[in-house]
């Protein structure tokens, strides 16, 4: 768990989106696909949980950087439910993702890119806000968006062009 330098006030959402971008970068560093997340405390500048995307590091299907984060929050705060905590990623999560958020109680989700592939958040699936469902989350999409469906956008063009396919 760590506080960022100001205190006094609630961090913007760009500010929050770049600290996810840095855990992007360092999952592509790393290999990974460059998705980076980090939940937020309740106060806006309190980080209880910072994840990149671990899939290939771990060998672990389910180390994707939402669930790496809330992974860490959890254990931060000695409690499952992360209510009243905003998690930020640069990609919108996937269906498990979605469904860990909501078990987690995330009270906000703020994420950048569209997931036209596997998005869970209204691209290709609705899971979060179903009207089913008993928890709901205020989601903010399209935070620095650009930038970071550039990141991924690249990473893949690059990844094809070493592997010599289209």
Do not use: W
């Not at 958040?121 to 089913?132: D, F």
């Amino acid at each position: 768990m760590s506080s960022l330098p100001d205190p006094a006030g609630r961090l913007s959402d760009a500010a929050l989106m770049q600290l996810a971008i840095e855990q992007a970068r360092a999952a592509e560093a790393g290999g990974e696909v460059p998705v980076g997340a980090l939940v937020v405390a309740p106060d806006g500048y309190t980080i209880l949980g910072r994840g990149r995307n671990r899939v290939i590091q771990d060998n672990d299907p389910t180390a994707h950087c939402e669930i790496v984060a809330m992974r860490e929050a959890g254990r931060a705060l000695g409690n499952y439910r992360l209510t009243g905590c905003t998690l930020v990623c640069t990609l919108e999560p996937c269906s498990m993702c979605a469904g860990a958020i909501l078990h987690a109680r995330i009270a906000r989700l703020l994420y950048a890119a569209r997931d036209p592939k596997a998005g869970a958040c209204g691209s290709v699936l609705s899971v979060i806000n179903h009207p089913a469902l008993n928890h709901s989350v205020e989601v903010v999409e399209g935070v620095l968006a650009e930038e970071c469906g550039a990141m991924l956008t690249d990473f893949f063009r690059r990844r094809r062009a070493n592997a010599g396919t289209v």
